[in-house]
């Protein structure tokens, strides 16, 4: 859920400022993300 992108998105930003630092290579990161043409029923109600 949002938590897991979070905690995703958090380490990647760690790890790929920790390589622009050392030189290995130019930090960047590209997330693409579209939203559903038509809502779908919520088949996964209770799980988080």
Avoid: W
Avoid at 6 to 22: P, V
Avoid at 39 to 44: C, E, R, T
């Amino acid at each position: 859920g949002v938590v897991d992108v979070h905690e995703m998105l958090f380490k990647t930003a760690d790890y790929l400022t920790r390589g622009g630092e050392t030189g290995i290579f130019t930090p960047m990161h590209l997330m693409i993300c579209r939203k559903p043409l038509q809502q779908q029923p919520n088949s996964a109600e209770g799980d988080e």
